[in-house]
């Protein structure tokens, strides 16, 4: 529970909150990505949740510091890139086919020449060029405006994290010019790379995952400010590759145990959306060896097992 406790008595939600941040913050589990360098800097201590309601209500946990969203920002803009272009030009160049591999493998599906699927690097590389815009800059323009409707607020940019990331993203760069070579991205390789990586510098809290997540469960439409961010048909789309992909290689443990479509990323957050109730954000940059967020995940299944929330 934050330091800076509210003065107003805390209801049953948030006492909940306290509970699970009390008994999650005290495992010191994992390690900070440090590959890209500006990541290390992180504090290890740090963690917040927060809860999203359909009816607009935010409740939160802990410390919610800003941190950059990386692959969190994946399936937004995917529901972004289904909004502009719809589904089945989408479907051309990303698949929905879960990997086995690792995020950042340097992967193409031969059979269907394309990217696996749109929570891998490979296939978020080319789904962030498949928003809408005449430039770059204006695909960049839409995918930062797109990111901050999703939350309810404008986002700024980690302009550090960006220079770090495309100081040290070669394997990026090796992913799109394998995609570029399959023809699925054009010949400006670096600037799409840019542009990705500049959306992974994007800077939210978990309270801004939560409500993105909400906005996803809540058929689009951001429960907070009340803007229709995505036409509800996407959404369908975009939770069936969070549940199948969207926890790297935890993905199938993840649904078995918490039972609701999330998106993991480097930086130690999670947003995770149940369909018709309820968006969780949660950030701890302490990461297990599949790369999520140990202290996500256990208040995630905490969460879970307490609220009922599992789908199935
Ligand atoms: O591309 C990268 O390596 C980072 N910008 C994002 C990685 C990440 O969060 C992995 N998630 N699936």
Known sequence: MSDAAPSRTRGPIETLLDEVWREVSA?????????????????????G?????????VYDAGVLVPFTIQSVSKPYVYALALADRGQEAVLEKVGVEPTGDPFNSISLDDRSSRAFNPMVNAGAIVTSTLVSGQTR????????????AFAGHELAIDEDVFHSERTTGDRNRAIAYLMRSAGLLDEDVDEQVEGYFRQCAVLVTARDLAVMAATLANSGINPVTGEQVVPRDVVASVLTVMATCGMYDYAGEWLYRV??????????????????????????????????????????????????????
């Open 259 to 312: 039972g609701i479509p999330a998106k993991s990323g480097v930086s130690g957050g999670v947003s995770a959306a149940l369909p018709g109730q309820l968006g969780l954000g949660l950030h701890s940059p302490l990461l297990d060896s599949n790369g999520n967020s140990v202290r996500g995940v256990v208040a995630a299944e905490l969460l879970s097992k307490r609220l009922g929330m599992h789908l199935l």
């Open 27 to 47: 495992n010191d589990e994992g390690t900070i990505a440090t590959y890209i360098p500006e990541l290390a800097k992180a504090d290890p201590a740090t963690c």
């Open 137 to 148: 800059a204006e695909q960049f323009e839409r995918i930062h405006s797109g990111l901050s």
């Open 49 to 57: 949740i927060s809860l999203a309601t359909l009816d607009g209500q």
